[in-house]
C-alpha cells in the first residue's frame, strides 16, 4: 500500500481540506502516515495569505528533494496550488502535481495518475460549484471535534487580501446538509462542531429549505438556531465578518446554551482611515456598537481578532488609534500580522511605505499591550468553573488531561477518573502564559 504524508499549512478551511484529502485517499487504498521520511506520496497544502508562508513552501520542497532518499511524489495543494497553477512546476523543480482548492473531491484521480503518468499534472477546476463540502469521517484532526464548512470563498476583497482571488466567490452549502452532516456526526460521538468559513456570518444559501421555523433576519442567525436544535454538545463559529455581525447572533448565542460563547471578529485596523484604505466596508464606532452588545452579554462571551499593523499609508496615530482600540476592545487573544503585500491585490499597488523597522516596532508594542490585556482578563477566569471538552493526555504530568472551554480557552487539568471525549467542569486555579490550569469541580 502506498502511504501518503499531508503537511497542512493555513487556516481552518486548509485543515478541513486535508481531512477531506485523508479520508478520500485512505478509501482509496492508500495508507496515511505521520512520517514523511516514510512516504510514497508528500502533499503540501499550501497558504498564500503572506508571502512567509509561500517561502515556506519553496524551503520544504527544496528538503524533500534534498533528503537523501528516493524522492516522493510532490503535490501542491490549497491556495498557492490554485493562484499559481502550472507556473509552479517551473518556480519549484520537484513538483509532480498541483491540485486547485475546489478539486479536492477527485484528489484520488490525481494521485493515481501521478503514479501511472508521472509528468506534470494540474487539477484547478475552475467549476465553481465542485468544492468538496463533505466532512471527514475517519482523518479529523480529533475524534470529537469536526470543522463543518458552511460557506466557502469570499465577496468582500478587503484591498490586501488574495482570498478572494484563491478561493473565488462566496459559495454556501444547503442547511438542510449542514444540520444533516452535524446529526451525523452527534451520532458519531463528536461533541463540538466549529461551523467554518472566510466570513460564516455572510451565509446566504440558495434555498431557505432547513432555516425555516428558526427566528433571524439573517440566514445565518437562523442556520446557528437550526443547528442548536440538533442537540450538538457545543457549536463554535468562526470567522466573523464585522460589517454582517448582527446582535442578533449574540442574541442567539444567549438562547442557546450549546452555542459557545467565544467570537471571532478580526478587526484589521483602528484607524478609520486605514479601514478606508482596506475597504473593510465599517468604520470603528460601527465596530465598537457591536463588541459592547457583545460585552453587555450574560453569557460571558471571549472575544477574539485579527490584525494586520503596518498597512500602507499607517502613521504613527493610526497605530495609536489600533492600540487604544486594543484597550477598549479587550481582546481574549489577538492574532497579530504584519502587512505583506500580495501581488494581484488593490494595495500591492500602494506604496508599501512603513518601514521594516516600524513595523517590527508597532509588532512589538501592541503585542505587548495585548499580553498586559491577557494577563488581566485570564486573572478573572481564576475560581471560575469552565465547561471543558477533555481532548488529549498531557504529556507532562501525570493524570493529566487538556481540552478547550466553551470560550475556547486551552485548559489543562489533573484527574484520576475522567476520560477523553468527556465534557467535564473543571475550576480554574491557576494562570499560565497561554493557557489555563484547573481541577475537576465536584
Ligand atoms: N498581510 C498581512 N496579513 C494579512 N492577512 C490577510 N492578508 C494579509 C496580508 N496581505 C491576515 C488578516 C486575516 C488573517 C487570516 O490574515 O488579518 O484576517
Ligand atoms: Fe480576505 Fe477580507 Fe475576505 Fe477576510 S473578508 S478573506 S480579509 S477579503
Known sequence: MKRVYIETFGCQMNVSDSERIATSLSKNGYQMTSDEADADVVILNTCSVRERAEHKLYTRVGEIRHSGRKKPVVGITGCVAQLDGETLFDKIAGVDFVMGTRATGRVVNIVDAAFTQRK????????????????ADTHRHSPYVAFVPIIEGCNKFCT???VPFSRGREKSLPATEIVAQVEKLKSSGVKEVHLIGQNVNSY????????????GKSAFTRLLRAVAATGMDRIKFTTSFPRDFRDEIVDAIEENENLCN????????????????????????????????????????????DIIIGFPGETEQDFEDT??????????????????????TPAYEMEDDVTPADKTLRFLKLQETQKKIEQR????YLKQVLNVLVEGRSVRTENGYTGHSTCH?????????ASLGEVRNVRITEIKSNSLFGEVAR
Open 323 to 344: 492600540v487604544s482600540l486594543f484597550e477598549y476592545c479587550e481582546y481574549d487573544s489577538a492574532y497579530i500580522f504584519k502587512y505583506s503585500p500580495r501581488p494581484g
Open 120 to 135: 506534470r499534472l494540474v487539477d484547478l477546476n475552475e467549476r465553481e460549484d465542485e468544492y468538496d463540502w463533505t466532512v
Open 160 to 162: 490586501y487580501c488574495i
Open 377 to 380: 482578563i485570564h486573572q478573572r
Open 204 to 215: 446566504r444559501p440558495t434555498s431557505n429549505e432547513g432555516l425555516d421555523g428558526f427566528e
Open 409 to 417: 480557552k486551552v485548559v489543562n487539568f489533573v484527574s484520576d477518573e
Open 262 to 305: 467565544w467570537v471571532h471578529l478580526p478587526v484589521q485596523s483602528g484607524s478609520d482611515r486605514i479601514l478606508e484604505r482596506m475597504k473593510r466596508g465599517h468604520t470603528i464606532s460601527r465596530y465598537k456598537e457591536k463588541i459592547d452588545r457583545i460585552k453587555k452579554s450574560h453569557r460571558n462571551i471571549a472575544l477574539t481578532t
